[in-house]
């Protein structure tokens, strides 16, 4: 909401997955996440405590990607008439136990009427010392991504297709995202990460907006996507769900070719694996080159809310 | 949500105006709210711009009601596909610039599709050095309400009858509530309040929240009820829209019978009117007296987004 002259106390404005502000009594991030029924889930692909659980743990996700622990969030909970108490009290629910599993807790919350349920949370939580946002990233820097791509977008497949018995770790990973805390304060206390974003949007889309903000390109191997067993045993080796689905939550990150090694002696205290999928670049372009070096053509971008 | 022991850092948790939180760096209050749209207002009563402001302006009540002030603030904006990009960014506006009026920043923000177009504002503020909850009233206090009540609510009835040139000064309190910080501030830094909360539900209903939660009752007097000399235009001294009414966004708090000579003296800090409306009682009932000593039934209670 407009680029001018940040006001005092803003270290780091809009545009990035937190805000940073300082008011002279240390650094905090500030960052807010909404799941609307019928735009990010049909009411049958989650349980109300699914709900709250995955509420929470998307905006955790934006703070894993600032690198730092999430601390305090307030609901604002929009409800039908129709909803009943017992679910209503199990979306709380939901909240509450994901926050407390990140080391966070529930301080507020507002209720009202509305035509369709939705779940608005901010959470707050303390910045690391070196703030990492999207904007550092320089050409040669390597991209990595944590974990594994595709499998959240893979689960929605099936539950769009009404699959009788959908794969059970792909449906986790769609209703109980684990945001990469660990990894991000890791990442961003070594000092080893020039730019850093969650990948809720596809992983094309989200090193777009690295890209935007760092003025780079980037170039991406498909062979090097990491892809999980679930999702190979039904999509092979095709990337595409992987490359352009959304809800991943897992950090994409770019790291200077000098940094490169310590990545790599020190990737055991990340909590999670961490894959090189390609480098950034001068154009201003993403390109996505599969095992033979050819390019693809990225017809789709990732989820957009304001698309069909 | 849930009452057990406050997790490391909460100071004040779920049910007050704001949580109040500290992580060792001084102490923030945090408070959430939304406008849904066909709940809070119907798309004629507010232009863009006007939906904007005031979505920012009643969080900054809640800051008002404990005192503090306010300094940063993140957005979700969920939005049907159909509406204008061009009321969009006039929304948006509408939130910048009244929260550049309270001494706050637009930090960051979200963007999601919606059947329905809802303002959820997350609003983090300093908390002044004695904080003040609903949760003090004692028997005895006087309760004081600041400004005049009943106007927004009587702008509503305008709205909703269609009235071809609804009366402007109650329009703008509808359109533009005036959060009372430094009435706020005033009062918490003075420790002359014993209670406070902002006058949102209706001053018998928030009034009943200092009661809940201060175990206590009070006696609210009709012939003290400050009307503003729109809503007697309108009303004559019929009080009961402005014992019912919503949306005044007015601060009611409870006062001590010893401090209230210091109230007296100290009014001209607040920078608003403030006005005895009743007394706290040991009792744990609202009663409402007429002019004449008479009990009038309360059969409605204030605006509840749950019922009808």
């Given at each position: 909401m407009g680029r001018r002259r940040p006001a005092r106390g803003v270290v780091v404005g809009p545009g990035q997955d937190c805000a940073v502000v300082d008011a002279g009594r240390g650094r905090w991030l500030l960052t807010i996440d909404a799941l609307v029924d019928g735009v990010h889930?049909?009411?049958?692909?989650?349980?109300p405590q699914q709900l709250g659980e995955k509420s929470f743990l998307v905006n955790a996700s934006d703070i894993a990607a600032m690198g730092g622990q999430p601390r305090f969030c307030v609901v604002n909970l929009s409800v039908?008439?129709?909803?009943?108490e017992r679910d209503l009290r199990a979306v709380q629910r939901g909240i509450v136990a994901a926050a407390r599993r990140c080391g966070a807790a529930v301080v507020g919350g507002n209720l009202t009427r509305a035509t369709a349920l939705s779940v608005s949370i901010a959470l707050l939580g303390t910045a690391p010392h070196r703030i990492v946002t999207r904007r550092g990233a320089r050409p040669g820097d390597r991209v990595y991504v944590t974990g594994t791509l595709g499998d959240a977008a893979a689960a929605v497949r099936l539950l769009q297709a009404n699959v009788a018995a959908p794969s059970a770790p792909l449906l986790r990973r769609f209703r109980r995202p684990t945001p990469r805390l660990r990894a991000g304060r890791v990442l961003a206390e070594m000092g080893i990460v020039s730019a850093m974003i969650d990948v809720s949007d596809g992983v094309v889309q989200d090193l777009g907006h690295i890209c935007r903000e760092s003025r780079v390109g980037a170039e991406v191997r498909t062979a090097e996507i990491p892809l999980s067993a679930a999702y190979r045993r039904l999509h092979?080796?095709?990337p595409r769900l992987a490359l352009?689905?959304?809800?991943?939550y897992e950090l994409l990150c770019t790291v200077p070719v000098r940094h490169v090694s310590t990545l790599q002696r020190q990737r055991?205290?990340?909590g999670c694996p961490i894959t090189c999928i390609g480098t950034i670049t001068s154009g201003r372009r993403i390109g996505v080159v599969d095992d033979t070096g050819r390019a693809l053509p990225l017809a789709a971008r990732g989820f957009d809310h304001f698309r069909a």
């Open positions: 889930f049909e009411p049958a692909w989650l349980s039908p008439p129709a909803y009943r092979g080796k095709d352009r689905g959304g809800e991943d055991a205290r990340l």
